[in-house]
DNA sequence: AAAGACACCTGTCCGC
DNA sequence: TGCGGACAGGTGTCTT
């Protein structure tokens, strides 16, 4: 489910119900999710939660003990509920606190994972070699011109590999790259850097509205307040294969590319 | 080192 | 209505 914007949209959610607010307890009804989630996730139990940060897709909600790292995978997502609000299927973990209210993760697939880090949680192993975040300086053409060049993998997959940029999943590659014109099959190291520049324009443009918009609703992703994402409503490519190009009426393509479903038009990305 | 396949798991949708 | 198969927003790991 969860893009970048989604995780961000689930973290701007959730903050004002976890900011200050004390751990009490720690439900979790199943612990086989992506990786197990450890006993000593318990350590969180009496900690205050200082704030809630996202770095890639991981939402990270520090302690003055360590810190709780929540990934939504492709199912999962988040509510803030008073704590008395019954239990649903996949209802997997709860953090509860001392407000009464509780976040709860539901992930029918078990792609998420909720792990805790004593010390700088950047140095996780999962975090740790991960790419520049896509809303920042640091996301730039020069950076994807620079390590392209000897690269052969089609420039979608290029996009989507996190130690590029992180945050750019399969929805917003697919989009990004059509506002772009760049055709997602070409070498990534056969992309000029005068493209590459539009490109990181249209990916931060893409992911800004995004978030603006509440993330986007395929199936099942809800806001925290249970409200769907309304970017839905403006993608141009992802999932209307078959469809006229809303640039100029060709039908889109659709293809596999790094075993992802990618759409485009022929005609306008080059 | 780089590219591609595969794995994890459940729900949904489509064709027969 | 039921069943089999394909597919889905992610990403670490294994195989070439």
Sequence with gaps: MPELPEVEVSRQGIAPYLENAQITKIVVRNAQLRWPVPMTLQDAVG???TSVRRRAKYLLLETEKGTIIIHLGMSGSLRVLDSTVAVEK?????IVLNSGKCLR?????????VLWQVGDVLEHKLLASLGPEPLTDEFTAQRLFERSRTR???VKSFLMDN???VGVGNIYANEALFSAGISPKRAAGQVSLQRYKVLVEEVKQVLAKAIEQGGTTLKDFTQTDGKPGYFVQELQVYGKAGKPCPKCGEVLQAMKIGQRNTIYCNQCQR
Excluded: Y
Aim: proline share 9%; charged share 25%.
């Design 47 to 49: 900690c205050i939660v």
């Design 90 to 94: 996949h209802d997997h973990v709860d």
């Design 105 to 113: 993760l539901n992930d029918p697939r078990r792609f998420g994972s």
């Design 152 to 154: 052969k993998v089609p």
């Design 163 to 165: 130690h590029i940029v």
